[in-house]
């Protein structure tokens, strides 16, 4: 059922309704119903504020922006959790960022480092433990490239000087090692984390091999903000290649130092999640001159709009390719949809996640005949939501950092088919009898996006709501009483 | 004083950017625009505005400048 504005806002109003007064004012600036015609999201929506103490909210912390992000996925490196264990261990590798390298030996991706801080180094300070533990992991593992040294929530507190450690340790091992000032406690949520992770690429990495000499070639691009979950970057690297693009890095999905030290020599950066590295975009652009773009690879619709998008800024050659390309697809594409769409028509989603997926991901439902309803970001910034608005259709519900009860009570009133959201999600929408794909890791399937991955995104949004489950989700006791009669008296 | 960016915006125009706080703004009016003297206040599309000193028209965008703030964005 497509909702009226009068209707949305009712829903609203009647969800805010639990609240005390002051929470409703607060949760109500954050909950809006669409309007099309808007160009600036502000006047309808707030985001990237404090979430209000007492409501179950999803964000993360700017540790789990820099290391669980930005940093993690640089497979080369030694990303070192300062602090107690926890903060590393409870999201390792649970991004599912693919990488290929022999983990342990030259890649160090799913591994979890820790200086596992105890009573005495919050006492006495931690700046010895560092030192060793680096000292240490260049004995263990020396065919790493670098270490990055992200900072959780006590480093900060109690004050230590882990940029000193990392000069001094950096010269003795004679490797770059990155002190990331990503203490949990900076800002509102896990953006914070990127900008801050972005920062210290900009000051630590970016510039390194400035004037060094480098056979660069017109086609150059870099692939930023794709952290490859499930293979994505992937997928995007094969639509770009064959396009006569030359792929020279992957921030940082499946990437790797050198990669990020040679991206200033890039003609053109190619930014998939515009939330987390649009800082060190920017930065490339003013320094270096270089351009970048956002690309949405995500169904065949914005795939053939973003190719031409890319192809624009190159050379006839590229334009050609790019047109063989998209003709070349095409049939593998209308075949998807012609098996997909008859099953899929119609159906309604309700999307809750974060970076990008919430608008990036709407033309490829809409490609298959269904309907985005709803979308919201954990932790979006107001020019997120003026992108998302053009996405969405009038009236449909926008929700920013929404809390685990309104998701819970807009789900159950709007009934929609499809709920795309996380882990912490999919149980409770399940057990409600809706349908859920987990959106931040492609429920353990993926690539989704580029021409591959529409295949297996149609494929996987099929099997969710197609499952025979659904319909046993009442008991048989429940069931038609009169059947059950007949049974007995045959 | 605040570190402020200055980009040129897909749809022609130019484009504010705040990074302490992060925040995005398209500029509305620039009140000097000629190739010797650029800058002066800008006026942000969020109610807000900033100043610049004149300089010459930088060739090229984006730039960072120093900025001082008039008046607040109303949020
Ligand atoms: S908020 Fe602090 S303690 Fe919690 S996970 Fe983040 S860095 Fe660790």
Known sequence: ?490 | MANIMIRQAENGGLSFYLPKRDLEASIESIEFDTPEKWGGELKLDNGGSYYIDPIAKPPRLPISLRAKRLGAAED
Request: hydrophobic share 35%; aromatic share 10%.
């Open chain 1, 1 to 490: 059922m497509s909702m009226t504005r009068e209707q949305t806002e009712a829903l609203i109003s009647e969800v805010l309704e639990v609240y005390p007064e002051k929470a409703k004012k607060d949760r109500k600036k954050h909950l809006a119903a669409n309007d099309t015609s808007l160009e600036q999201s502000k006047k309808c929506i707030t985001s990237n504020r404090k979430s209000l103490p007492g409501v179950m909210t999803i964000r993360g912390c700017a540790y789990a922006g820099s290391k669980g992000v930005v940093w993690g996925p640089i497979k080369d490196m030694i990303h070192i959790s300062h602090g107690p264990v926890g903060c590393g261990q409870y999201s390792r590798a649970g991004r599912r960022n693919y990488y290929v390298g022999t983990t342990g030996v030259n890649s160090f991706g799913t591994m979890n480092f820790t200086s596992d801080f105890q009573e005495k180094d919050i006492v006495f300070g931690g700046d010895k433990k560092l030192t060793k533990l680096i000292e240490e992991v260049e004995q263990l593992f020396p065919l790493h490239n670098g270490i990055s040294v992200q900072s959780e929530c006590p480093i900060g507190l109690i004050g230590d000087d882990i940029e000193a450690v990392s000069k001094k340790s950096a010269v003795v091992i004679n490797k770059p090692i990155i002190p990331v000032r990503c203490e949990g406690f900076r800002g509102v949520s896990q953006s914070l984390g990127h900008h801050i992770a972005n920062d210290a690429i900009r000051d630590w990495v970016l510039d390194k091999r400035d004037g060094q000499a480098y056979e660069s070639t017109p086609y150059d691009v870099a692939i930023i903000g794709d952290y490859n979950i499930g293979g994505d970057a992937w997928a995007t690297r094969v639509i770009l290649e064959e396009m006569g693009l030359r792929v020279v890095a992957q921030w940082s999905g499946d990437g790797t130092l050198a990669e990020m030290m040679n991206t200033p020599k890039v003609k053109l950066n190619l930014l998939h999640c515009y939330r987390s590295m649009n800082y060190i975009s920017r930065h490339m652009e003013e320094k270096y001159g270089i351009p970048y773009m956002e690309y949405n690879f995500f169904g065949p619709t914005k795939i053939i709009e973003s190719i031409r998008k890319i192809a624009a800024f190159f050379d006839d050659s590229v334009k050609e390719k790019s047109e063989a390309v998209i003709a070349r697809y095409q049939p593998m594409m209308d075949e998807i949809v012609a098996k997909y769409k008859p099953r899929l028509q119609g159906k309604k989603v309700m999307l809750y996640v974060g970076g990008l997926r919430p608008r990036h991901v709407i033309g490829a439902y809409e490609d298959l005949g269904m309907e985005v309803i709803g979308t919201g970001y954990e932790f979006a910034h107001n020019d997120d939501y003026d992108r998302t608005i053009k996405e969405m259709g009038d009236a449909t519900l926008l929700y920013d950092d929404v809390t685990g009860f309104e998701l819970e009570e807009f789900v159950k009133k709007i009934k929609p088919d499809l709920v795309g959201s996380g882990i912490k999600e999919k149980y409770i929408f399940q057990k409600m009898g809706i349908p859920l794909r987990q959106m931040h890791s492609w429920d353990y399937s993926g690539p989704y996006h580029g021409y591959d991955g529409f295949a297996i995104f149609a494929r996987d949004m099929d099997i969710a709501l197609s499952s025979p489950v659904w319909s046993k989700l009442t008991p048989p006791w429940k069931t038609a009483p009169a059947s059950a009669e007949e049974k007995k008296a045959a």
